[in-house]
């Protein structure tokens, strides 16, 4: 998992504010880049709040990603690595076009990933 922190935090640079890898039963985190001691637990939380209202309301549960566009330039991003697996993402967006994270960095890490852990 540390190698995905790696690549990420090389690809965005110093639009990576936090982020935090966890799995998704426990919420432990397995690897994290600027971390908070709850980060985690918070973003866990966040997700499964989102993911369980989506099927509350009829919708699919989220596929790849998603995002939360916060004030003050800030992105929350949510990659399902799997359904073991996510990580949870602070991003300055004044430092990194959407378009980058969407069509470049997150298929790149979500690949990366599926080659790592086969």
Known sequence: MESLLTKLNKDIG????????????????????????????????????????????????????????LEMDTLLLFVKLDKKY???????KSKVALSTLTNITVPNLINTYKQESD
């Open 14 to 69: 110093s639009a990576l504010l936090s982020c935090d890898i966890w799995q998704n039963e426990t919420g432990e985190s397995l690897a994290s880049i600027n971390r908070n001691n709850n980060f985690s637990e918070i973003f866990r939380n966040i997700f499964n709040y989102i993911e369980k209202n989506l099927e509350a309301i009829g919708l699919p549960p989220i596929n790849k990603y998603h995002i939360i566009e």
């Open 86 to 92: 996510t990580f949870g993402c602070i991003i300055d």
